[in-house]
DNA sequence: CAGTGGTCTAGACCACGGT
DNA sequence: CCGTGGTCTAGACCACTGG
């Protein structure tokens, strides 16, 4: 029962066939799949090329592996959704709106001790506390409430923050950090629903990140958007 | 300039010396890599495994590789936040907590218009529609309400959803599909507000999936979190 | 056209983990 | 113990694309 043709079999191939055979449950639910031997002998390829693809369906959780027990159909998979987290001045772009930021407050205060307990600071420090917005064709999109731990990113102190949004100079100054993300729904306390034109008691979309670099707090921020705002994907 | 010790280097090993280059500047934005044959000599190993540790960064969105040009490091990497969209059980029983779930409404009805036209149906149908909630430890998790194309999955006419709940049902039934994704805020009517134990007026987080298998709609679903629900990740 | 990444192969050794 | 996946290797050919 050799899947023949007049081309070579690639492990897209096999990544194709397998799925194939999983959706029609020719291999279903808690089946153990053949192995990579018996398979690279039924496909007649390599058995590196069957299993980059079988890693490749296991990476994506459609199928689990172990060493000696053999591939396994997953019966409950979990699929991943990604977003893609980029600047907001990028995001309005890429609705064809026009961007505009503003800085409205700045402050260089005695780091919090919730914050120091959220990212983690053992030491009494000084932050740099940033509000901003950013707006879509001159509505409110984002209310930007950052803090920049000073200690790990000095030069923050000398950077003009009324000309470029603290999100993109901070990846243009320690570019490839670590983060938390976590998403909440919040209501809009007045100075919110100022920021945001809308009313108090909205409910609003929230995006939290704390960053660090190496191992060093770098930055937390709360992006809180206008209301109706939806954060869209697929898989 | 070898990298040598008493190990054989492995892909993980190359990864890593990558990034390390790439965070302390050796490679800066833009800069172009040595290629994977170069990289491979430095490094003492095969090239397939150069090949496979810049492949997993090209992945990730660390650097980009073209033929040819070779391969560069992302000025601006667009991180993904990867969301494990698990069933709610398993969300749940990973919280340590006691699972309960329970039917509330299961009626089956004309496919309301807004609803054809999010998933793309031109023709009138039916549709069965289900309210459930999620419980853990007692105490209301999610509220999910449910609509599910019997066009497409005629058998979820027959199945039992008082015992098992319709997601965990159709992933069964209808495993591998494709979807859309969409996170908002709501604010908590009289209904939901009960459902979900909180006041009415309060700010929930709303998971919104619409679900497509082999291009035909299979269901759209509303889960609607506890008040202060908050959904994690890292990247 | 020539250099780069993309992929495949056949073989090998290793690490894990059921039996 | 020993079968399975995990990984590495050395070599090969191919596909794309910049110059």
């Not at 089946?31 to 990476?59: I, K, Q, Y």
């Not at 459609?62 to 980029?86: C, H, S, W, Y």
């Not at 609705?95 to 053992?122: C, F, H, K």
Request: aromatic fraction near 10%; proline fraction near 5%; hydrophobic fraction near 40%.
């Amino acid at each position: 029962m050799t899947i023949s043709g007049t081309k070579r079999l690639g492990f897209q191939d096999v990544r194709r066939e397998v799925v194939a055979r999983i959706q029609a449950q020719v291999w279903p639910s808690n089946t153990l799949l053949p192995s990579e031997v018996e398979l690279a002998r039924e496909f007649g390829c390599a058995r590196a090329t069957v299993n980059r693809a079988l890693r490749e369906l296991a990476d994506e959780g459609l199928i689990d592996r172990k060493r000696k027990r053999g591939t396994m159909v997953n019966p409950t998979p979990a699929r991943m959704a990604k977003f893609e987290i980029e600047v907001v001045r990028k995001t309005i772009e890429g609705m064809n709106a026009d961007y505009r930021y503003s800085l409205v407050q700045r402050q260089l205060i005695d780091t919090p001790e919730w914050l120091r307990g959220r990212i983690g600071l053992d030491q009494p420090s000084k932050s740099l506390h940033l509000l901003c917005m950013h707006y879509a064709n001159s509505l409110p999109f984002q209310f930007e409430e950052r803090w920049i731990v000073v200690d790990t990113v000095p030069s923050a102190l000398d950077a003009d923050f009324s000309a470029v949004g603290p999100n993109e100079w901070l990846i243009a100054e320690m570019p490839f950090s670590n983060a938390e993300i976590s998403f909440t729904a919040v209501t809009a306390d007045a100075a919110l629903a100022d920021f945001l034109g809308t009313e108090p008691g909205a409910s609003l979309f929230r995006m939290e990140r704390a960053t660090w670099f190496q191992g060093n707090p770098v930055t937390f921020v709360r992006m809180t958007f206008h209301a109706g705002y939806r954060m869209n994907t697929r898989y």
